[in-house]
């Protein structure tokens, strides 16, 4: 899909219609009937067994039509649709709609005729919609280029369906709720048009404030994390993702023709995106118009104002069945309550302002809550009673000075008694619900929502120590183990691929005799631990394969006697390489570290409480390499035992930076090495003296050993690229050196800001910088490679690190174009750095296959427009500057 596609085939002057129809009840003549309805360009029927469709003139095919068409939409069996497609190409039409099903999810005949779309998409440069889809609706064009039948109002929500059925279901729900639309679309099969795709072109249109996905399973991930992470800084995703069950994951396989991952791994990329997750449509668009409508909590405190106790209770069991909480009331608020509700007001949170309660006491307790510094968000319920007005309570409500300040949520409780009231606290921007629990489930997304923010823009702690993996060492290792046919290592094996990563592991050896065993305990030191290695014995529990508590050399030889005997009676077939004789190390808990291969997000950590009890509590967590500091400390966070783990009710704790450190290092080996498909630590054993691995396994991938693999491919966030590392001297003779920029970098790049005079701020920033705050910080930190590169100049001064200068490119979505910026920080200015950084840029441009660069320049810096003119940049005046284009091979 070319990057200019999307805009084609929203915009159609002229549309085609290939299997227009006049039988009622068919595909063709409700896309007929739908476009005739409303759309206001040009119109054109195909259909070779027809005249008259419409009491319009048919064309037999698209070759035929006078004109160039902009979008055309193929109704007709899949057998014909590729000859049909062909013909759009050579045609010259830009767009087109396959709503025709029968491809992947059909048969063999199918996949094939699919891959043929495929090859003549990519000859003829076309944009491709489905197949099997519902096709799309611009309700703000009047354009129905879909086989819905109902139409539902211009809005300002797009709308993203992977099943047609679904989508038309939602429809009718949207327009019952007079739920309005920017877009909707059917995506089908994605063929060409991914939700990648969409997010990218939604993200960036001005009529759209959020995106809703309602999706089944997944492609390209890595670019749908690359698009979701851009969008969501500044537009809210909501996504409603089917398949949550191993029987719905069943049942999405035979709609969609596609694998569908586990839903932890989901559950872990949707918050690495940012995007909020729902398990409802009804609570999609609830969420979707609250987080349009209201602040967005950073915390999770819920003040409840309500004119009946029971509602309170509910909405209170609600909050905390979802991980929020009850807000304390300051004493001060408490005391300025009492002033003017009654005596036998609730007197704490739920506020229960009584059955005679009037709009006068629900604006003044609002009002006394909200400016209450302990409280979040406010949930004001009513339900119908005589004393009370539904509508004078909304009235208040929406004229209430500084409600924007927190989030202000409603539950009118009814139908008719409160359906004014409703009314006018929807049109004011107070989102309303017919019952709390729903009220309470939107501030709930509004607080994950913010948090999924926060994640994206938290400044992760500086690493703890150098960290240098051997990773020639475990090359060699790997090499070794797939000379030998394997594709299991052994325990020994993998503790020294962990080792060579800086993970600890306990002191130990391989002992093929009785008497090196006993040499090994002696050298060790009494307790030690006994286990049979071998690459065919995964569980060593189940075949009694091991002993703990050696106390002598006597213990040694019974315990190699034993465990001997025990193999060869229970795994007769095993390769024994020999016992494993290790320090006997016992410490307070115990954890699991692992890493599996999902079949659509790769590979994914898991974290959580480890040995026996994992089965058990299923106390894990989930997260996508790389990590940082701040991302593996947000794992930690989730799991239960992390209470157990920082202190609690006067237990020591244990080092958690060191097993944040030790996630950083874990998902680096992962990233280094595509060939492990799962790799187990069960378990590491942790306390306040530090961690070690008593146990680990790991499995290599068949499918990746033996190929070439371009680096860190097989994950779907692309890593610190630290193949951009270089080291540069200056004119003045100082080392520099040249890397890519890191979040951990935003001190750094603070006080680099400082030393930028007025002449530099001007030049890179067409003004000057009034506040250097985190939010300006984290934009230039936090960057995705796949479509943001920023190379900084490092120095060391008497020890203490700063950055130079910066430059960087910013690429559209698809990677053929992008904007170049650059600055000097003013002391190392006229030292060469500048021209340094522009052939390394361009150098990187090259390899990343961008095609075109550009820039804007300001008409006094001459120095930057000479460095542009010097490598073949065409310099122009635009819009009151200078403009620089460059065009690479």
């Not at 010259?92 to 063999?108: H, M, P, R």
């Not at 819920?302 to 905390?320: E, F």
């Not at 949520?409 to 006018?424: H, K, L, P, T």
Request: overall charge neutral.
């Amino acid at each position: 899909m070319t990057p200019q596609g999307l805009h084609r085939l929203f915009n159609p002057q002229s549309v085609a219609v290939v299997g227009a129809s006049d039988r009622i009840g068919s595909v063709g003549n409700a896309l007929t009937k739908n476009l005739l309805a409303g759309f206001s360009g040009k119109i054109f029927l195909v259909n070779p067994n027809r005249k008259i469709v419409a009491g319009m003139a048919v064309y037999p095919d698209v070759s035929k039509i006078p004109q160039i068409v902009d979008l055309a939409i193929i109704a007709t069996p899949a057998a014909t649709v590729p000859k049909i497609v062909e013909d759009c190409g050579k045609a010259g039409v830009g767009g087109v709609i396959v709503v025709s099903s029968g491809f992947k999810e059909a048969d063999k005949k199918g996949e094939q005729s699919f891959a043929e779309l495929e090859k003549l998409v990519r000859k003829y440069q076309m944009t491709l919609l489905g197949p099997n889809c519902l096709g799309f609706i611009r309700p703000g064009k009047n354009l129905n280029a879909s086989f819905a039948g109902r139409v539902p109002k211009a809005g300002h929500i797009a709308l993203i369906s992977q099943s047609g059925a679904l989508g038309t279901a939602i429809l009718d729900w949207a327009v019952k709720e007079n739920v309005g639309f920017s877009y909707f679309v059917s995506i089908g099969e994605m063929l060409d048009i991914g939700f990648h795709d969409l997010i990218d072109y939604f993200g960036n249109d001005q009529n759209t404030n959020s995106i809703l996905l309602y999706m089944e399973t997944l492609t390209e991930a890595r670019k749908f994390l690359s698009a979701a992470r851009s969008a969501a800084r500044a537009k809210p995703i909501i996504a409603l993702k089917a398949g949550k069950s191993l029987e719905g994951a069943r049942a999405a396989l035979s709609h969609t023709g596609a694998l569908t991952g586990n839903d932890e791994v989901f559950r872990a990329a949707f918050k690495r995106a940012g995007i909020v997750r729902v398990n409802t449509i009804g609570e999609l668009f609830d969420c979707a118009e609250t987080l349009a409508m209201q602040k967005h909590p950073t915390k999770k405190r819920l003040a409840i104002v309500t004119n009946a106790g029971g509602p309170g209770v509910i909405a209170t069991d609600a909050l905390i069945a979802l991980g929020g909480s009850l807000a304390k009331l300051s004493e001060g608020m408490i005391e300025s309550l009492n002033t003017f509700l009654p005596p036998s007001w609730s007197g704490a949170n739920p506020v229960d302002l009584l059955g005679d309660a009037d709009a006068e006491r629900y604006r003044r307790a609002v009002e006394v809550v909200i400016s209450d510094e302990n409280v979040d968000g406010v949930l004001v319920i009513l339900t119908p009673q005589a004393m009370t007005d539904p509508v004078a309570v909304a009235k208040v409500l929406v004229t209430l000075p500084n409600r924007e300040k927190k989030t202000l949520c409603a539950s009118w409780m009814g139908e008719f008694n409160v359906a004014d009231g409703r009314e006018i606290l929807g049109e004011g921007k107070i989102p309303v619900y017919r019952i709390p629990e729903n009220a309470v489930r939107s501030f709930m997304n509004l607080y994950r929502y913010a948090r999924n923010l926060e994640m994206l823009y938290e400044t992760p702690a500086s690493i703890p120590h150098a960290f240098t993996p051997n990773t020639e060492a475990n090359r060699k290792l790997l090499d070794e183990v797939l000379a030998e046919g394997r594709f299991v290592l052994t325990e020994l094996e993998a503790k020294a691929m962990l080792a060579n990563y800086d993970i600890p592991v306990p002191k130990g050896g391989l002992a093929k005799t009785e008497s090196e065993a006993v040499k090994l305990a002696l050298q060790i030191g009494f307790p030690v631990v006994m286990k049979v290695l071998s690459p065919d014995i995964l569980h060593k529990t189940e075949i009694g394969g091991g002993r703990i508590n050696i106390a002598n050399e006597q213990e040694v030889l019974q315990a190699y006697k034993e465990l001997t005997l025990s193999v060869q009676k229970r795994s007769p077939r095993a390769k024994i390489h020999g016992i494993l004789v290790e320090e006997m190390l016992s410490k307070k808990y115990e954890l699991l570290i692992g890493c599996s291969k999902d079949p659509i997000f790769g590979p994914a950590i898991v974290f959580g409480m480890g040995g026996v009890a994992v089965d058990v509590f299923r106390d894990v967590r989930v997260g996508l390499p790389p990590l940082n500091m701040a991302l593996a400390m947000r794992i930690i966070e989730e799991t239960k035992i992390y209470n157990l783990l920082k202190g609690y009710r006067g237990m020591s704790g244990v080092d958690i930076p060191a097993i944040q450190f030790l996630l950083y290092k874990f998902a680096y080996l992962i990233a280094d090495f595509p060939e492990i498909k799962e790799l187990d630590i069960n378990p590491f054993a942790v306390d306040s003296n530090g961690g070690v691995v008593l146990d680990a396994k790991i499995i290599l991938d068949r499918e990746v050993v033996g190929k070439k693999i371009k680096p860190y491919s097989h994950l779907v966030i692309s890593p610190y690229p630290k193949e951009y590392l270089e080291e540069f001297q200056l004119k003045s003779g100082q080392m520099v050196l040249l890397r890519p920029i890191r979040p951990e970098d935003e001190p750094m790049e603070a006080e680099m800001f400082k030393a930028f005079s007025e002449a530099t701020q001007r030049f890179r920033f067409f003004g000057l910088i009034n506040e250097v705050n985190h939010q300006l910080l984290i934009r230039y930190t936090q960057i995705d490679y796949d479509r943001e590169i920023a190379i900084i100049a490092e120095t060391d001064e008497n020890g203490i690190k700063k950055m130079a200068g910066v430059v960087r490119l910013i690429a559209d979505a698809y990677n053929e174009t992008a904007e170049f910026a650059i600055v000097v920080a003013d002391p190392w200015q006229n030292q060469g750095l500048g021209n340094k950084f522009t052939d390394y840029i361009l150098q990187i441009a090259r390899e990343k296959g961008i095609k075109k660069i550009y820039a804007y320049v300001l008409e006094d810096n001459r120095v930057m427009l000479q460095m542009f003119r010097k490598r073949g940049f065409k310099v122009i005046t635009k819009d009151g500057n200078f403009y620089a284009e460059l065009k690479l091979a």
